[in-house]
T-cell receptor, first 113, second 113 residues
Framework: NAGVTQTPKFQVLKTGQSMTLQCAQDMNHEYMSWYRQDPGMGLRLIHYSVGAGITDQGEVPNGYNVSRSTTEDFPLRLLSAAPSQTSVYFC????????????FGSGTRLTVV | KNEVEQSPQNLTAQEGEFITINCSYSVGISALHWLQQHPGGGIVSLFMLSSGKKKHGRLIATINIQEKHSSLHITASHPRDSAVYICAVRSGNYGGSQGNLIFGKGTKLSVKP
């Protein structure tokens, strides 16, 4: 099924652990992005990519790393998890961030204890 | 200071009522998105508009660029419309992340039968 696939849906980490949130799309979208959603706040951009091999920081990049080796995949790495990274994470993609709507993944609920 | 403000934060309506959700923004934009977040957490893109008005089924979105304001209307509301509705703007110049979306905090709509 065409769309954005995020895994895992739920994850519990201990402080200091590392992990990778996976995001894959099969729509040949150039633009991909990661957001976190916290209670009482709007979605905030963590990192984004405008094409394979190109990534850049968003509003809240600290503690996160990304790479874009292929058009399809855009993994988000938590280097050393902290309780402040407890959040719901969404990946989204678009043909282009400028002129098209976005397709969102189903989200990953992450708890850091 | 929030660049994107939505009102109301919470809205309860009876089935069949006409609903309006408002979005005001303070930055120059090139496009505005309306998104729907289901109670299960998934996010769906409803509209992307840069001028005028768009309609899809019972949903209507309008934007006034001069007044920096957009509205989302739902006609003949139904309990299945219960969701969080999120406004997001694409700024042409936002710090070092030009062109990425800035999100409002969302409006939680509950439609009672």
């Amino acid at each position: 099924n065409a769309g954005v696939t995020q895994t895992p849906k739920f994850q519990v980490l201990k402080t200091g652990q590392s992990m990778t949130l996976q995001c894959a799309q099969d729509m040949n979208h150039e633009y991909m992005s990661w957001y976190r959603q916290d209670p009482g706040m709007g979605l905030r951009l963590i990192h984004y990519s405008v094409g394979a091999g190109i990534t850049d920081q968003g509003e809240v990049p600290n503690g996160y790393n990304v790479s874009r080796s292929t058009t399809e995949d855009f993994p988000l790495r938590l280097l050393s998890a902290a309780p402040s990274q407890t959040s719901v994470y969404f990946c989204a993609s678009s043909y282009s961030r400028d002129y098209y709507g976005y397709t969102f993944g189903s989200g990953t609920r992450l708890t850091v204890v | 200071k929030n660049e994107v403000e939505q009102s109301p934060q919470n809205l309860t309506a009876q089935e069949g009522e006409f609903i309006t959700i408002n979005c005001s923004y303070s930055v120059g934009i090139s496009a505005l998105h309306w998104l729907q977040q289901h109670p299960g957490g998934g996010i769906v893109s409803l509209f992307m508009l840069s001028s005028g008005k768009k309609k899809h089924g019972r949903l209507i979105a309008t934007i006034n660029i001069q007044e920096k304001h957009s509205s989302l209307h739902i006609t003949a509301s139904h309990p299945r419309d219960s969701a969080v509705y999120i406004c997001a703007v694409r700024s042409g110049n936002y710090g070092g992340s030009q062109g990425n979306l800035i999100f409002g905090k969302g409006t939680k709509l509950s439609v009672k039968p």
